[in-house]
């Protein structure tokens, strides 16, 4: 029983904390990352954030080559990880874990 149960509870969790931010944000996502881009501190954790996302992409690409598959099939992942970082990884890992076929560990 090798599936991605954690992965599909961060990511439930973590979009539903996305979503009602952005609903009760008074500023749009934008203006936001302006803001944070606009301090050296604050602007060191977001280059370090998309690091990782770029990091995230070129591993989701690989994998999904590995499994045959084209860039069209990774590309909205890979949108999603453009704007919204964690959620795309998440996604990917949730809907590639889950699609899977479930390896029996008992003998026939």
Known sequence: ????????????????????????????????????MSSPDTA?????????????CVWMYRDARARGRSLSAVL??????AVFVSLGPLLYIVVNGFSRPVKSTANA
């Not at 599936?3 to 934008?30: H, K, V």
Request: glycine content about 8%.
């Open 76 to 81: 909205p992942y890979l949108l999603v990880t």
């Open 1 to 36: 029983m090798n599936r991605p149960y954690l992965a599909l509870a961060a990511l439930l969790g973590f979009a539903a904390y996305t979503g009602y931010t952005m609903w009760t944000a008074q500023q749009s996502l934008m203006a936001f990352g302006m803001g944070l």
């Open 44 to 56: 060191q954790v977001l280059i370090d954030l998309y690091l990782l996302a770029v990091l995230a």
